[in-house]
Antibody, heavy 121, light 108 residues
Framework: EVQLVQSGAEVKKPGESLKISCKNSGYSFTSYWIGWVRQMPGKGLEWMGIIYPGDSDTRYSPSFQGQVTISADKSISTAYLQWSSLKASDTAMYYC??????????????WGQGTLVTVSS | SSELTQDPAVSVALGQTVKITCQGDSLRSYSASWYQQKPGQAPVFVMYGKNNRPSGIPDRFSGSSSGNTASLTITGAQAEDEADYYCNSRDGSGNHGVFGTGTKVTVL
């Protein structure tokens, strides 16, 4: 059974750093892309970026380039999303999801449960 | 354009049919996938391309596409289909992905 299990909710202050995780099981972690998706309170889904754990190829949506860092540790089948200096506007739910890619399609077929990040002074 | 546009909200009577649309230039080249999200829950993958349903998704959900528009149709809507629905595809460059603006479906 494919499972993506994310780390727990975080409450941080502006300027602090943070790294959240997404533990994958039930499939070959190095054979699929993993993506991160942001959902701000009461808003829609936003594609942040993706990583291919097999070779660590990472691609960021232009809106998130330079704002976050996506990484993966294939030895423990875990993907990460990190911030070096949080802002109040980073307050959101963050989802990881497994991405299947074809020549003309992409889809996120399995999702983590989400990690709520709250940034407040 | 890298945007995918959806109607903000639609309503459907119980047991009737509703079509949710997603418009964007990139859909002329790339297929859309669709996700259902209920309040307080993670999104669930329900469709990709022209009528490809993952296992466990009822066959009342169907997908189609024409030109720059992709559609998700629910035939015989049930109360449990009330949710937000998002489309997703590659953007115009093909190097990134983008989600639609989302449609809230209300079952009356």
């Amino acid at each position: 059974e494919v499972q993506l299990v994310q780390s727990g909710a975080e409450v941080k202050k502006p300027g602090e750093s943070l790294k959240i995780s997404c533990k994958n099981s039930g499939y070959s972690f190095t054979s699929y892309w993993i993506g991160w998706v942001r959902q701000m309170p009461g808003k829609g889904l936003e594609w942040m970026g993706i990583i291919y754990p097999g070779d660590s190829d990472t691609r960021y949506s232009p809106s998130f380039q330079g704002q976050v860092t996506i990484s993966a540790d294939k030895s423990i089948s875990t993907a990460y999303l990190q911030w070096s200096s949080l802002k109040a506007s980073d307050t959101a739910m963050y989802y990881c999801a497994r991405l299947t890619v074809g020549a003309t399609f992409v889809y996120f077929d399995y999702w983590g449960q989400g990690t709520l990040v709250t940034v407040s002074s | 354009s890298s945007e995918l546009t959806q109607d903000p909200a639609v309503s459907v009577a119980l047991g009737q049919t509703v079509k949710i649309t997603c418009q964007g230039d990139s859909l002329r080249s790339y297929s859309a996938s669709w996700y259902q999200q209920k309040p307080g829950q993670a999104p669930v993958f329900v469709m990709y391309g022209k009528n490809n349903r993952p296992s466990g998704i009822p066959d009342r959900f169907s997908g189609s596409s024409s030109g720059n528009t992709a559609s998700l149709t629910i035939t015989g809507a049930q109360a449990e289909d009330e949710a937000d629905y998002y489309c997703n595809s590659r953007d115009g460059s093909g190097n990134h992905g983008v989600f639609g603006t989302g449609t809230k479906v209300t079952v009356l």
